[in-house]
Nanobody, 124 residues
Framework: QVQLVESGGGLVQAGGSLRLSCAASGRTFSSYAMGWFRQAPGKEREFVAGITRSGTGTYYADSVKGRFTISRDNAKNTKYLQMNSLKPEDTGVYYC?????????????????WGQGTQVTVSS
């Protein structure tokens, strides 16, 4: 089992940047493929980005491609989401997720563990 804790959220103006972190504890971090999801008020949780166990494979939602970068440091048991050129529509609670099977998955149902989330608010 793994425990996930997100940090780095906050309020930023449109065009600004934030970097989210997800710290993991418990079972070996490198055993999990990881993902970031977000949920805006009144909307379903949506996939943002994913990364394989080794970090060599990444995948992004079309809405964030070219603006967001997912990465991980297995030595530090931490993964990151660098968010640049933020837009008001990026506002939401961002969740860190982990899955036992390798490979990137875009469906929330394919993830086994979740963090509590961190709020990101982008003002126009």
């Amino acid at each position: 089992q793994v425990q996930l804790v997100e940090s780095g959220g906050g309020l930023v103006q449109a065009g600004g940047s934030l970097r989210l972190s997800c710290a993991a504890s418990g079972r070996t971090f490198s055993s999990y493929a990881m993902g970031w999801f977000r949920q805006a008020p009144g909307k379903e949780r949506e996939f943002v980005a994913g990364i394989t166990r080794s970090g060599t494979g990444t995948y992004y939602a079309d809405s964030v491609k070219g603006r967001f970068t997912i990465s991980r440091d297995n030595a530090k048991n931490t993964k990151y989401l660098q968010m640049n050129s933020l837009k008001p529509e990026d506002t939401g609670v961002y969740y860190c997720a982990a899955r036992i099977f390798n490979g990137v998955a875009s469906s929330a149902d394919e993830y086994d563990y979740w963090g509590q989330g961190t709020q990101v608010t982008v003002s126009s």
